[in-house]
């Protein structure tokens, strides 16, 4: 099949969270299936730093109409691999900057005209270089615009451009809402405003967009599909997602078994598997040593990395905070995000250095080193569409302890409730509960055998986006 993708993110080029690797490891591993694959993402300043883009073989000029206005960009075409190209759509004055989507502190004023420009951008694209698909793949609200626009410029210039389109969720929580007369920046017509099309209280709703007009929505997990049609974890789109629900799936992301495997990983200081765990605890040492710690500490040392966000639970972190400073273990957190969140583990680690240790940056070298060397992982998310640091954590023999929402429920097995085949510890989300599964943590790291068969059985999971991406082939050729 001839797949395209578009997004807004792609490991190694620009990543934020899990969409950079859900889409890169999609898209090479259905290349690596035999597919024709093809990856659109913006250039980012990111990723036109990148030492990869040197090989980038051609520069298209690009003329894209926005509104009442025409828009220059460009196209650096970057072939990968075998059956893998990844084109990065360009235009300094919207992509030229240090982050992606905002500042830190607030979202760009102009999201609105770089991802509907983004989007045109694709099936411009598409039709210049005369790329016919059978798949039209886009995913989150930056692309969710693809499907519709798609059906237009086949309108327009009666030559067709995909059989079908489908697009992902990955996260809900972020929809894409402009202003209304944002909505002239597509060039499509006044009658797709409506509550039936874009229109959101008021407002513009992109991702409504992708969900109603895509021929298949998918979302990460199964779970997170019958969640994000209730209103608790829907964000308002529910009713929408609704109409879509006999042809919406939660398929579960995999992991990339060459980035995140510590048999093979580069970044660590000593490698392991299931059947010689002798390097787990070389790598504990070393995170103990890097964070500051004494490293022959002997007790439980929890891990944790995520973006610094309610929706990862910070408030629940914080709340069990005595939980770290009354036992003898140690806690160490990779993040950045929000500053309410950093200025209070700041100010937490400031106050017991000898417990708890901090890491306020991106730093992809040490989040492996905090997977394969922590004894136990926590995710205490509020709601959590798949999650990847469950998996990869289980991969590492690291204990996922997880609030019990979206696909932690998919990817985790609870001790308790499955002695048998168990792989983590979960809790339904509160405070309450999180400190009893911090206390279930202590009890199972007080008890090696069990502990052990545990790692055993964690590490033995198949989480390879293999699996993943068979099930995305399969609803293709079903879509088709
Ligand atoms: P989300 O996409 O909601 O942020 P996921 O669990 O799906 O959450 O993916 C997050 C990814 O980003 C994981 O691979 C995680 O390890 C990584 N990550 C998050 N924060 C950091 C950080 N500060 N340094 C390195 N990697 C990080």
């Known amino acids: ?112 005209a770089r991802f509907v420009f983004f989007c045109k951008a694709v099936v411009e694209v598409m039709r210049i270089a005369e790329i016919r698909a059978d798949v039209v793949h886009s995913h989150d609200w930056q692309a969710a615009l693809l499907p519709l626009l798609v059906r237009y410029e086949e309108r327009r210039s009666g030559i067709s451009l995909a059989m079908k389109t489908v697009f992902t969720i990955h996260n809900i929580a972020f929809q894409g809402v402009f202003p209304m007369r944002s909505f002239a920046l597509t060039n499509l017509p006044d009658e797709l405003l409506g509550i039936d099309g874009f229109e959101y209280y008021g407002q513009i709703n992109l991702m409504k967009g992708g969900i109603l007009f895509a021929d298949r929505v998918t979302t990460v997990s199964p779970r997170y599909a019958q969640e994000i049609q209730t209103p608790e974890f829907g964000c308002g789109l529910e009713g929408v997602v609704g109409t879509r629900s006999d042809d919406l799936v939660g398929l579960v992301n995999g992991i990339d078994p060459k980035v995140w495997n510590p048999a093979r990983d580069r970044l660590l200081p000593a490698r392991y598997a299931v059947h010689d765990l002798t390097g787990k605890p070389v790598c504990r040492a070393a995170l103990l040593k890097k964070m500051g710690f004494d490293e022959a500490f002997k007790g439980p040392v929890f891990g944790m990395i995520c973006r610094l966000t ?17 036992h003898d273990c140690r806690l160490i957190v990779l993040g950045t995000g929000e500053k309410r969140y950093e200025t209070a583990l700041r100010a937490l680690a400031q106050v017991h250095p000898k417990k708890i240790a901090l890491s306020l940056k991106l730093d992809e070298e040490t989040s492996h080193l905090i997977e394969a060397g922590a004894d136990f992982f926590l995710m205490p998310s509020l709601f959590e569409p798949c999650g990847l640091n469950q998996m990869y954590s289980q991969a590492y023999g690291t204990v996922p302890v997880v609030s019990r929402v979206g696909g932690f429920i998919d990817t985790v097995v609870d001790l308790d409730e499955h002695p048998e085949d168990g792989t983590g510890i979960m809790f339904v989300p509160s405070a309450g509960e999180f400190v009893q599964a911090l206390y279930r943590a202590l009890q199972l790291h007080g008890q090696p055998e069990r502990l052990g068969e545990t790692i055993r059985r964690a590490m033995s999971r198949d989480f390879s986006w293999e699996k993943a991406a068979t099930a995305y082939e399969r609803l293709y050729e079903n879509t088709i």
């Open 1 to 112: 099949m001839k797949i395209i993708h578009a997004a807004s993110e792609l490991y190694p080029y620009v990543k934020t969270g899990g969409l950079a690797d859900a889409v890169g490891s999609l898209a090479s591993t259905l290349a690596d299936k035999g597919h024709e694959v093809a990856v659109f993402v913006p250039a980012y300043r990111a990723a036109l730093e990148h030492k990869d883009m040197a090989r980038a073989e051609q520069r298209l000029g690009l003329r894209v109409e926005m509104g009442d206005r025409i828009c220059a960009g460009d196209v650096r075409v970057l072939p990968l691999k075998k059956g893998l190209t990844v084109y990065f759509i360009g235009r300094e004055e919207y992509f030229d900057r240090r982050f992606p989507y905002g500042n830190g502190e607030r979202d760009y004023e102009d999201n609105d």
């Open 310 to 326: 309610e929706q990862k639970g910070l408030d629940l972190l914080l709340a069990a905070k005595d939980f770290f400073i009354e």
